[in-house]
């Protein structure tokens, strides 16, 4: 059983910027596709990016395409999701997962307890 963590969330201003940490408990992380998801409240958990097992292809959601970068260090066991431009509309709890699927949820095995990230405007 894989455990995820994230770190790296906080309270922003509009404009700034945070890096977002997942570390993995285990090697098979290099194995699985990494995921991040966000839920805002009162609305579901949304897709926001992912990277493949490689590293070679990532995928990000439209609302934050030329914000956020997702990169992973498989020989840390560690991912990370760089925010820029960060607006109060990306206010929301930040999830990583691992799985075998881009931006299908249902397609993530293993979720991390997820981190705050507060931006105000």
């Known amino acids: 059983q894989v455990q995820l963590v994230e770190s790296g969330g906080g309270l922003v201003q509009a404009g700034g910027s945070l890096r977002l940490s997942c570390a993995a408990s285990?090697?098979?992380?290099?194995?699985?596709?990494l995921g991040w998801f966000r839920q805002a409240p009162g609305k579901e958990r949304e897709f926001v990016s992912a990277?493949?097992?490689?590293?070679?292809?990532?995928y990000y959601a439209d609302s934050v395409k030329g914000r956020f970068t997702i990169s992973r260090d498989n020989a840390k066991n560690t991912g990370s999701l760089q925010m820029n431009s960060l607006k109060p509309e990306d206010t929301a709890v930040y999830y990583c997962?691992?799985?075998?699927?881009?931006?299908?949820?249902?397609?993530?095995?293993?979720w991390g307890q997820g981190t705050q990230v507060t931006v105000s405007s």
């Open positions: 990277i493949t097992w490689s590293g070679q292809t990532a």
């Open positions: 285990e090697r098979t992380f290099s194995t699985y596709n």
């Open positions: 997962a691992l799985g075998v699927g881009a931006g299908s949820e249902r397609r993530y095995a293993y």
